[in-house]
């Protein structure tokens, strides 16, 4: 490969920056993914259907497939790598997955949780019935769905708990 | 011979939900946490394609775009000259391989082996395959390949006139008493047609693999139900010996019976690794997942019930056909519930594969029992309403007391306790029994039932145990965990049988360098290795308490005991006298770094040869009907649709459904598991279909938006109750299939609710508005 059908950028992934050099149309999951080794973020479809490559950039859920590497530069990029706190604290939506038993394989897992913090903040977990439209971009073969209705249901509760005691 | 207690250390933070009685989460049936699911919350689980290899290159298929002929011919030069190109792969400069001998053990003929086709049986078949050094290279670089056609006409599927009656197989044919007559002479009978359509795994992890040679050896990293099976595969087609290839696949992500075997692609990437002299990585596009390999064939069956007044059935005549490839065999067998459900005297079932051009059609959970549940259990409510007697009542009246065919007593059947607990679950009994009779609005709303079943598949297992000086327990097998806790029942299993807690054991799965196993197919795998890990545990246990009570550097040699208690991690005498040690306080003082138990559950005489062809083949698979009892799970659901009397949209409300599937090692697992099936099945009831596009042969929506699963927000709240109890006849443990079963049933259970709700009676699935409107 030669340099010139490179480009060099700059991504901000988890509060950490990484610098590299690469066609522009690499796909920022494949950035993640196969040049970053970042491979948390799943590839299910690579054509935008699925939900597994959710990622969030400035706060907001993006299929990572479906965005250039070059599109996200200069933006806050949070994969589920970056998710737990420093220490290894879990999320309360990953907590959550596991307690609920949200997950079979796991494949879709990564995408789900991230598109469940995501919904919780979006302010659309209010009932079940709206987690269920709200979640239902992510798709699940094992059919962990109630399981993730009763973890997001979780995770929303404990979250506007703690919000309440902060404030 | 050796007292173990895990309950004493830990608290009630351990302790499972009150319907565990007074099991705690670490034991065997308890509702242990998934033990792999921190690395898969976290993104840590790194999946087989995930691993990060120096010096890959990337390959990416071309596929064939007509359904039959030939290539005429490919040209190469533009994609030759593509930037990052190494390699464009056709069947002219393709190694020659040798075939492989197939599951079910039998030789392979001497003929030579091309992943890559020149006669064209389907669209979809791989032609060329273009490595670069990049993937976006390489997928630029295969747009460019230009492959000519010589076109043939095709049958393009079971409904094509060209098709024909096809082949009869035989060995499916199953006959008692004097069908035909007893129908004839039946006061009520009933005759339907039933079709399922081409559906697909759609495991969330597309196939693929990365194949890297260091001279001789080869390893490939590919998801895999089947290490031990998909190694000799790929050892046979390079020729090579079984030893020279290593599998590894840690977590699977998802498979439904289609990541068993090794398919063409990764001979392509084998092949491209080898030539190129470096490792290759593919991965199949999500279009390409329809036809690298086959999903459920297309159906159509015919189900003839004739009964007497009371609705007791006399004969059953069932036909089945099921479609095949042009030059492989898939026999879905389509009798396999029709022939044990329920008594009959009198039954006849046959059944003839057709051959289309497809490619060859293979396992989606629960082959055979899942459409030939659809079958019966949609043609057994029809007689219900016939004699007009609830679909429940009929079932009951014409209760199996044991295996009609084999004519054996099951070893359990808690299919009676499986439709009294999930119709009081449901509220069954409310139920208005004539259709159109329930509604809410515009919403017209139906009830039904269905059951299902499906055999206990048993095969032998072997598992290698180690005690380690640290005190922690190592677990190894080449078996997998594709999301149905095998990490999580085998350290249960390990943590009670030698007394640590199950946090404090370690199992590794996924590598053929471990212990050998079987496939993961036909929910086997949990009788099968809990087995092996209780036997191989057992024998460490063994050892160590051996070595305590013989080893003159032991605390205790003195004591003269001649057993010894191990709990939570520490030894003791069971008497409470004596020292009191942690296991790795033990292994300090006799000096031994571990302790390593090889168990296996296959016959003492067995040769190495034995063993070689039960781990790489299924031939020495044993018959669930083998010895005195006919071994089975049952489950009955219960559904609620609501049917749009404008629209005719079906919406699932509510599904019931009571579930025997033997002891559950991890209720909390198998639940998910059981749910997971009857979700397939709303999907499979409602939305699944795979659409051929009749002009072209070729299955035109081949992605995730057109082929409809099922999402979120198409599934209600799921109630799964279980009914089993142990079953000493199906494995080592009591436990009975889980995975499979769920699913099976479900599709007849709605569409029996859908004429419930409308009086329309839908017996070819997906059931989509335009059939009810």
Redesign the interface.
Known sequence: ??SK?RIPIQLQINGHRHELKV?P??TLL?AL??HL???????????G??G?CTVHIDGQRVLACLTLAAQAEGRAIT???G??DGDGT?HAV?AA???Q?A????????GQ?MSAVACIREGHAGS?DE???Y???????????????AAVRQAALEIASSMETAS | MTVHDVRSRHGDSKRGDASDGAIFAEAVGGRL??V????????????AV?Q?IDGLSHAVLVESTIAAGKVRSIDTAAAESA??VLLVLTPDNALRLNTATDWLGTPPPDIPYCPLAGDITFSGQHVAAVVA?????AVAAAALVKVAYDETTAIVDLDDPKAGDGIPIDTMTKEWGDAQAAFAAAPVRICAAYNTPREY??????HGLIAKWQGDRLTVWEPSQWLDGMARTYAEWFGVPFENVRLVSP????G?GSKAFAYGYGAVAAMAAKMLGRPVKL?V??PQTFTAYGGRAATRQTVALGANAEGRIQSIVHRGVNETSVDGMWVEPLGSVTSIMYATPNFSSRQNVVRVNTVVPGALRAPGENPSAFGIESAIDELAYEVGIDPLEIRLRNYAEQDPEAKKPWSTRQLREAFAAGAEAFGWSKRAPEPRSMRDGNQLIGWGVAAGTYPVRRAYGEAMVRILADGSVEVESSSID????TYTILAQTAAEVVGVPAEDVVVKLGDSRYARAGVTGGSRLAGVMTGAVHKAATAALDQLVGLAISDPNSPFHALQANTLVVANGRIASPRGDGPEVSIAELLGSVGRSQIEAMGDTMPANSTADDRYKNYTTIATALSHTEGDYSRHSWCAHFVEVRVDEDFGTVRVSRVVSGLDSGRLYNP??A???W??????GIGQALLEEGIVDRRHGRIVNN???DYL??????????EVISVGIPDPQSSALGGKGVGELGIVGVAPAIANAVFHATGKRVRDLPITLEKLI
């Open positions: 490969m030669t059908t066609e149309r690499v494949d993914r196969d080794g970042l491979t948390g973020t799943k590839k299910g479809c690579d054509q259907q699925c597994a994969s589920i790598e998710l737990a879990l990953q997955f596991l307690e038993d997950f079979q394989c796991g494949y879709c897992t990564p949780i079940d987690i269920r439209e979640m239902a971009g992510n798709l699940c073969r094992c059919g962990a769905y109630p399981h993730i209705v | 946490s998934r792999d699911g921190p690395a898969k919350i976290t993104g840590a689980a790194k999946y995930e990060q930037p990052g050094e990049s993937f976006e290279q795994q759609a495991p969330m992890e597309p977590f699977i992500g998802g439904f991965v596009t999500r594709m999301g149905q806790g909390k697992l639940e998910s598991q749910k997971g099936g009857i979700i397939m992605n995730l938006a699963i099922a999402t979120n927000a198409d599934i209600p709240d799921i």
